[in-house]
């Protein structure tokens, strides 16, 4: 009875072993795994950094560019702004349209105001259809 025992005991003892084997390959194999995915991650998370520093350059560039884009239209629309009233043109037209009210034709509009045919037609036409 007693070597009944300790057969039991000992085959026991071996289940025991043996299934904690299998349990600590078992759990090896998903370590090995879990390590893989991690490092895959980390790799990923290392790319997407890269790839979002190189987008912030591009955008500070872009931003740059826009800037300076923006302050050389403020200074043009400035310069126009103190040029136009000083036009030496829209005070001939301005000359042209009193002379068209006054009665002027396309030919005097041509040699008073140095306008092309088609610019005093235009204007008689216009101020002319007005009046």
């Known amino acids: 009875m007693n070597e009944l025992i ?3 005991a ?14 600590v390959g078992r759990l ?3 370590q090995a795994e879990l390590t893989r995915s991690l490092r895959l991650a980390e790799t990923r998370a290392q790319q997407l950094e ?5 987008l912030c350059s591009a955008s500070m560039v872009a ?14 629309m400035e310069r126009q702004t103190k ?5 030496p043109s829209d005070r001939c037209v301005a000359r042209a349209v009193q002379m068209v009210d006054q009665g002027a034709d396309t030919m005097q509009l041509m040699e008073s ?19």
């Open 6 to 8: 300790v057969f039991f």
């Open 10 to 23: 000992g085959l026991g003892l071996t289940a025991i072993a043996w299934l904690q084997i299998r349990l």
């Open 28 to 30: 090896t194999g998903e």
């Open 50 to 54: 890269q790839e979002l520093a190189a």
């Open 63 to 76: 931003g740059n560019q826009l800037l300076r884009m923006e302050q050389q239209m403020r200074y043009l």
């Open 83 to 87: 040029l136009h009233p000083h036009s």
């Open 113 to 131: 105001c140095g306008l092309t045919w088609g610019e005093a037609e235009l204007l008689v036409m216009k101020h002319r259809g007005n009046g």
